[in-house]
């Protein structure tokens, strides 16, 4: 008994040394912070019994997949609590943050710590996406530096993908299982993300110019038809005041995917072979901007026109369209008055729709720059310009196209990305 008892008296210092260590985290904070930092670990626990961190990746894959970010976030979250160094986790959470636009928060989340890490220590020549990630949440020489490894990996992948396809010449091809092999169209968009660099943040940098240019040449080498490298190239020209040769390389581009947007409208088609020919949305405003630039007006409308039934909740979208509208015209009227005729009834009937129209788009411009809180008054300052000469905002007739007034942004997150991102012009 007495044993037994000296047992007992032992095994209490045991525990209370041992409690410590056990509770090493939670030194130095409040009672509260405890109490979730200890529902956050037993809900990992739980999650680490029930699911395996493959399980939950496909689960991260399926949503990312049906475009659904922020569920695909969550699991992508909970397989990083179960194993924080996975690499194919750390890869889909840089896209997550990519797609969901919060480049800040990506930058200060331990993810991109230890996914550095593991690029250089683990495997830094094996998967390209990773630096392309990382290309997306830096800017200015850290993203070429990223996107320039990225490129290495592609193409060193894309040499032992040519010397497989040779040593197996002439035998029976194994069923391709990979999906996610690299192609020229990757290495395409790396380029062209490199050449956007030194078109905005490192645009005043020696050379800048020049290593666009290179970079461009370098993409359209790989896929001489990717809309976004020809846009790219125009853009570029137009820089460089070569405003002839930009409008071809524009034209080009905007062939390629705008008859496949305005049949995909038509037929209201999802077939993902079409949609993937179609630039992202961003993208697509750039070019509305640079066919007004080049007085493609017709051309400019057909885009914002996609752009607006695709998304009608973007300000400069109907800010352009507004615009689009005052100079054609001021275009029309222009070329009755070179032409010194007398003003035709015809005339007369085309001038006021486009001022209708102009009036419309633009008095929408104004009632979604309100709902939204934007922030540019450059721009707010041109709408009233134009509103001005065109004849004054519309009443919200019935007919007229005006928002609904009991529109409200979903979320404080929500209202910051629609106000800041359309906002350049």
């Known amino acids: 008994m007495g ?9 209490k210092p045991k525990r209370k040394e041992n409690r410590p260590n ?32 493959q399980q939950l990746l496909e689960k991260t894959e399926e ?6 970010f922020e569920m695909a976030g969550l699991f992508c979250q909970r397989a990083l609590d179960v194993d924080s160094t996975n690499l194919l986790a750390l890869d889909m959470q840089g896209h997550i943050c990519s797609e969901l636009g919060d480049t800040q928060k990506a930058k200060g ?10 690029l250089l220590e683990l495997s830094p020549d094996v998967g390209h996406s990773k630096y392309m990630y ?12 990223f996107y320039t490894k990225g490129i290495q990996v592609l193409l060193s992948a894309l040499d032992k993908q040519v010397q497989t396809t040779q040593a197996q010449a002439g035998a029976a091809a194994p069923p391709d ?23 905005t943040d490192l645009c005043m940098e020696e050379g800048a110019a020049d290593k666009c240019k290179d970079f461009i040449e370098r993409a359209l080498q ?24 930009g409008k071809e390389y524009l034209l080009k581009s905007v062939a390629l995917w705008l008859p496949a947007q305005k049949q995909s409208a038509a037929s209201s088609s999802t077939e993902e072979d079409m949609q993937n020919e179609i630039p992202p949305y961003e993208s697509r405003v750039t070019t509305a901007k640079l066919l007004i630039e080049s007085e493609e007006y017709e051309t400019a409308v057909d885009v914002l026109e996609g752009l607006l039934e695709e998304d009608d909740e973007v300000v400069q979208v109907w800010y352009l369209s507004g615009w689009v509208c005052y100079l054609q015209f001021e275009k029309a009227k222009e070329q009755q008055e070179r032409e010194g005729r007398e003003v035709m009834e015809e005339d007369t009937e085309e001038w006021k729709a486009l001022k209708e129209a102009g009036r419309s788009y633009l008095t929408n411009t104004k009632k979604l720059y309100s709902k939204l809180r ?21 009443e919200g007739e019935e007919g007229d196209p005006v928002l609904d007034e009991d529109y409200e942004p979903c979320s404080d997150e929500e209202e910051e990305g629609n106000a800041e991102a359309p906002m350049e012009h």
């Open 22 to 53: 056990t509770d090493a985290g939670f030194v130095g904070l409040s009672p509260q912070e405890r109490m979730k930092l200890r529902v956050h670990e037993k809900a990992k626990k739980k999650t680490a019994e029930k699911y395996s961190v």
């Open 134 to 145: 990382l290309g997306q949440i830096h800017t200015g020489q850290e993203a070429v530096d």
């Open 3 to 11: 044993g037994q008892a000296k047992g007992k008296k032992k095994s």
């Open 222 to 245: 790989y896929r001489h038809d990717n809309p976004e490298a020809l846009q790219l190239m125009a853009s570029y020209l137009f820089s460089t005041e070569r405003n002839q040769e």
């Open 109 to 118: 989340i331990s993810f991109v710590q230890v996914l550095s890490f593991l």
């Open 374 to 394: 934007c922030d540019d008054q450059p721009m707010l300052e041109h709408v009233d310009q134009l509103l001005g000469d065109l004849g004054g905002e519309l």
């Open 177 to 199: 299982e990979d999906t996610e092999l690299p192609t020229a169209k990757d290495v395409c968009v790396a380029y062209c993300s490199m050449a956007e660099i030194y078109l």
């Open 63 to 68: 949503c990312m997949d049906s475009f659904d």
